[in-house]
């Protein structure tokens, strides 16, 4: 059984942050927003695929940096079902927690319908596939994308994974088509953001944190 994190403010088997070798920076920055809500010694570092030491495919259609990006949410959610956890959280290492982030969570977690597979924290919802209503506090996604801020459930692990196995596009744009298809929730109003500051996906720098409400 997976080591749990219940009772610790954050009611999943497994807490993961992806974060290059080379950006010891932005490990340190989520290591600080996330302090006051997981224990340090909760949150597992996995270290990312780096675009600068990868042959890109030439079948890719995306940039370097989000070819690099799907591979480490691919490998990190293969190793950490196959480490046993029943449930896990993802971040990278942009991601920005809310000051009530740890209350809002476990309303949510109450709210939630119990189906779950995917659980969006951070997002943004595509403008023309608005989220659907279905509890207080929480929808249901149709096409959401950003991958800063996520829990994934055993039951929908094997799906997002292989989706994103074969995608020859970055996957949280991958994902967003599959919405339809798993148990896929979001709070009405987000409780992680992505941080500002240079992104090694997108190759620029964004210099305010953003909240995509």
Same mark, same amino acid.
């Given at each position: 059984m997976a080591e749990s994190v219940q009772g610790s403010g954050v009611p999943f088997d497994r807490v993961v942050c992806i974060n290059l070798d080379r950006r010891p920076d932005r490990w340190a920055s989520f290591q600080q927003s996330a302090a006051p809500h997981i224990p340090a010694d909760r949150i597992h570092r996995y270290s990312a695929f780096d675009a600068q030491k990868l042959l890109i495919p030439s079948w890719w259609n995306g940039t &370097?940096?989000?070819?690099?990006c799907?591979?480490?949410h691919r490998f990190a959610i293969a190793e950490t079902f196959a480490a046993g956890?029943?449930?896990a959280?993802?971040?990278?290492d942009d991601a920005l927690l809310a000051p009530d982030f740890a209350s809002r969570l476990a309303q949510l977690m109450l709210a939630v319908p119990a189906d779950w597979q995917l659980l969006y924290l951070g997002g943004q919802h595509r403008p023309?596939?608005?989220?659907l209503p279905v509890a207080d506090g929480v929808v249901r996604c149709r096409q959401t994308i950003r991958m800063h801020a996520y829990a994934l459930h055993r039951r929908g692990a094997q799906v997002v994974h292989d989706h994103i196995a074969r995608t020859p596009r970055i996957c949280d744009q991958?994902?967003?088509?599959?919405? &339809?298809?798993? &148990?896929?929730?979001a709070p009405s109003r987000w409780m992680v953001a992505q941080r500002a500051d240079f992104s090694d996906v997108e190759s620029r720098r964004?210099?305010?944190d953003r909240w995509w409400e």
């Open positions: &370097p940096g989000g070819y690099a799907t591979l480490s956890a029943e449930s959280l993802f971040f990278e023309r596939f608005k989220p991958a994902l967003a088509d599959i919405n &339809p298809r798993l &148990p896929a929730y964004h210099e305010k």
